[in-house]
Structures are given as structure tokens and as C-alpha cells.
């Protein structure tokens, strides 16, 4: 296909995704071939048919593989960088989080948002840049929890936060072989993922009322920031972060005590608050959704 990225390829982690199709669609529309690798093969034809239906003559790719595995993320960045003899973008996309007190969490479960918000980062740079030719783009997904304090998410907010400080450290090494490092940080953005959240008004409403533009994004918001930092229109730019939150960062996160205390328990949020850490079983994090609140 013709287009400013015509005979780029990218390669996108959690691509069956909402930001992650998103994404690959703008690449497709520019010219660029895309391999979606994600868990579920079903997800990502889907993403791959809606794609290829509005742009028949795009190259899209799928692997099916875990983003934290290191032997299937390289996997799918030969099998991406055998579709043109290199890479030129990296997006990994894969994060998340739920919600759970600090006194609450064990290692383990702390360990687990790292996991999935910077080891999934990791794993694409460190396997990937190797394989990318000069010139190539990587761009991370952040979050406005990386730089708002949000109680109640703080191993997401921590994850985050080593995301950027990642992405800026990756990009002062990396500049001399060429490539340069990126993150978008979104907003509260409904996906597959949070879309549960926004079918309770009670849940979405303190979001919307902190976002100056007055609405939640939508992944083609995202995916907008993404193909900016992907593409030569930020050819000067490396080691940033910046905010696509509808100007949610001009304000404040929302107070989800009363959501927590649906969650886990008055007894729990009152033992956490009084610096206590409370007897509970095996727990771990949850969405609204999931505890019933969404």
C-alpha cells in the first residue's frame, strides 16, 4: 500500500486489543505491514478481518503467543521482522491492573501488575530493538496513573510510573543505534477490558466530571498519539511522555474509596486507613466489574 509508512512494518503486543487494533488500523491506512500478536487467536483475526475490510490491500499478520512469555515475544518479532527483513515499530500495548489496598498486597500480587505493565515493555525493547532498523520507533502505553496518585491502584500506579522512567532511560541508551522511545499516556479510555466500568454511571461519572473536554477516550484516541510517536512526524522526539486524557491531568483523580469499600469490606478499608493490615484470605486485585460495582 502507498503511504507515509509504506514499506514499514510494526509489530504490536496485545493486538487484538481495543488501543492495539486501533493502532494497527492508522498503520495499515498508512502503508505500513503489522503483526498483531496476542493470547487469543480468535480475538486477533477478528481484529485482523475488521482491519483488512476497510483496507483490503493492507499486509496484517497474526501470532497467538503470551507478551510475558520471552520465548514467544521473540517468536513474533522473527516472524514480524521476516515480513520486510527488519522492524521499524514496536508497540506494546499489554497492562493493566485492578483494584486493591497496599496493606493488602503480597509480593506476589504486586509482582504481578509489574509483570504485566513493565516486564511486557521489556521483554518487546530488549528482543525487538535488535532486530529494528535504524530509524525505528518504539511506544509504550503509560497511564495518567504514572503521575496522578490514585489510592487504592498503587501497584498500577507504580507499574506505570516505572514505565515512563523506562521509556526515558531506554531513550538516552538507544539513541545511537537510531531508535527512539515514546509512551502515550491515555485517560480513562473505554476498551474490551474497562468497557464493563462504564455500564455503571456511579463508577464513570467521578472520571468524566475530572476530564475538562467532557468525555472518556475511545481507543482511536489513543491509537491517534500512538501512530504520531510511530511515525516521522516525530522524527526529533525521544524519551517522552505525553497526556491523550481529554485534560484530565489539569485536574485530579476521582475518590474511589466508596468503590473500594463495595469491594473489599468496610472492615478492611477501615483497618487499611487506620495503617492496619487487614486479616483477610487470599485476595487479589479486581476491577469494579468483577466485585460486582460496575
Known amino acids: 500500500m502507498a503511504g507515509i509508512l509504506a514499506g514499514k512494518t510494526a509489530f504490536i503486543t496485545g493486538g487484538g486489543g481495543g488501543i492495539g487494533s486501533a493502532s494497527a488500523r492508522l ?12 493470547r487469543k487467536q480468535e480475538t486477533l483475526g477478528a ?26 515475544v521473540q517468536e513474533g518479532l522473527a516472524r514480524a521482522a521476516a515480513i520486510q527483513g527488519g522492524l521499524d515499530i514496536l508497540v506494546p500495548t499489554v497492562g493493566g491492573g485492578g483494584f486493591m489496598p497496599i496493606l493488602m498486597h503480597t509480593a506476589d500480587t504486586f509482582r504481578e501488575q509489574l509483570d504485566m505493565n ?13 532486530l529494528m532498523k535504524s530509524g525505528g ?11 496522578m496518585p490514585f489510592p487504592w491502584l498503587g501497584a498500577y500506579c507504580a507499574s506505570k510510573g516505572a514505565v515512563e522512567q523506562f521509556v526515558r532511560t531506554a531513550a538516552d541508551e538507544l539513541a545511537p543505534a537510531g531508535v527512539r522511545v515514546n509512551a502515550v499516556r491515555p485517560g480513562m479510555t473505554r476498551t474490551n477490558v474497562t468497557g ?23 481507543p482511536d484516541d489513543i491509537a ?5 510517536l510511530a511515525g516521522p512526524e516525530s522524527g526529533w522526539m ?39 493490615a ?12 468483577e466485585a460486582g460495582v460496575a
Open 47 to 72: 481484529a485482523r478481518a475488521e482491519i483488512l475490510s476497510e483496507f483490503p490491500d493492507a499486509r496484517i499478520e497474526t501470532y497467538s503467543g503470551d507478551a510475558l512469555s520471552t520465548e514467544d
Open 196 to 218: 464493563a466500568m462504564f455500564d455503571n454511571d456511579a463508577v464513570i461519572a467521578p472520571f468524566i466530571e475530572q476530564m475538562p473536554l467532557g468525555r472518556a477516550g475511545v
Open 224 to 228: 491517534q498519539g500512538v501512530r504520531f
Open 118 to 130: 513493565v516486564i511486557s515493555c521489556f521483554l518487546v525493547v530488549r528482543y525487538g530493538v535488535p
Open 137 to 147: 520507533a518504539v511506544v509504550c502505553i503509560s497511564s495518567t496513573a504514572a503521575v
Open 238 to 276: 525521544t524519551g517522552q511522555s505525553f497526556a491523550v486524557d481529554g485534560g484530565h491531568e489539569l485536574r485530579r483523580n476521582p475518590d474511589m474509596t466508596a468503590t473500594a469499600r463495595a469491594m473489599f469490606g468496610n472492615d478492611v478499608i477501615d483497618a487499611v486507613q487506620r495503617g492496619e
Open 278 to 289: 487487614p486479616q483477610t484470605g487470599e485476595v487479589r486485585a479486581r476491577t469494579g466489574a
Open 27 to 38: 498503520f495499515a491506512r498508512d502503508g505500513a505491514a503489522v503483526m498483531l500478536m496476542g
